[in-house]
């Protein structure tokens, strides 16, 4: 069974403030794809960054960065220095590999609300 | 300019009525999904399909029904089973390993 588990309901920060936001996932593929989306007030989800499980480099873009770690299950989300067009809610999603058998399901964890305050 | 279409943006239902929302991309992808959200609430898989004349049940699909008769074309119906079905709904899209895409999503609302 697959499982992503965003254990942070909700985070409230200070502008300038760096901030993390756990991602913890279920999973019995060996290969499977691990994603974090951005959810502003609008609703629409803005896809953020995709990492594959065969590639455990962490990766910086601006001020976010991602740490994944296959050993404890985790893909988590820092923000450094926050502003407050940061603040949205935030989802960790993971696909199954598709094929052999395997369905390719994508499912989300229950997302985490960013507020960064002024 | 390719992207994900829902349609309506808004829409209401009596109750025992059936109603379908839209969803159409013009991405080119194989995958497509129907999601539920409600407010506070995370993202729940109603159905998905990664081909054409092919779909699986997600983690809520008791009261809705969907086709996938064009590798565009994903239409929800929300049928009068549906018990509770004021929610905002997400489809989205997507090829096999990488990222999904999604539409701008439909309020609906039972009055």
């Known amino acids: 069974a697959q499982k992503v588990t965003q254990a942070q309901t909700e985070i409230s920060v200070v502008e300038k403030e760096d901030v993390t936001l756990d991602c913890v996932y279920e999973t019995r593929d060996t290969t499977y794809y691990l994603f974090w989306y951005k959810q502003p007030p609008s609703g629409e989800l803005v896809f953020l960054i995709r990492r594959n499980s065969f590639d455990e480099q962490n990766e910086i873009s601006g001020r976010y960065s991602w740490n994944f770690q296959k050993s404890t299950s985790s893909f988590n989300f820092t923000i450094t220095a926050s502003q407050v067009v940061d603040s949205a809610v935030y989802f960790c999603a993971l696909r199954g590999f598709y094929g052999s058998g395997n369905t390719g399901k994508l499912i989300f964890g229950q997302g985490t609300t960013l507020q960064v305050k002024p | 300019d390719g992207g994900i279409t829902q349609s309506p943006k808004y829409l209401f239902r009596k109750e025992g009525q059936n109603v379908t929302l839209s969803c159409e991309q013009n991405?080119?992808?194989?995958?497509m999904y129907w999601y539920r959200q409600d407010p506070g609430q995370g993202l729940r898989l109603i159905y998905y399909s990664q081909i054409v004349n092919d779909f699986q049940k997600g983690d809520i699909a008791e009261g809705y029904s969907v086709s996938r008769e064009k590798k565009e074309s994903f239409p929800l119906t929300v049928t009068s089973a549906q018990k509770n079905p004021t929610a905002f709904y997400l489809c989205?899209?997507?090829?096999?390993?990488?990222?999904?895409?999604f539409g701008q999503g439909t309020r609906l609302t039972v009055v």
């Open positions: 991405l080119n992808h194989d995958a």
């Open positions: 989205a899209s997507s090829i096999r390993t990488g990222e999904a895409f």
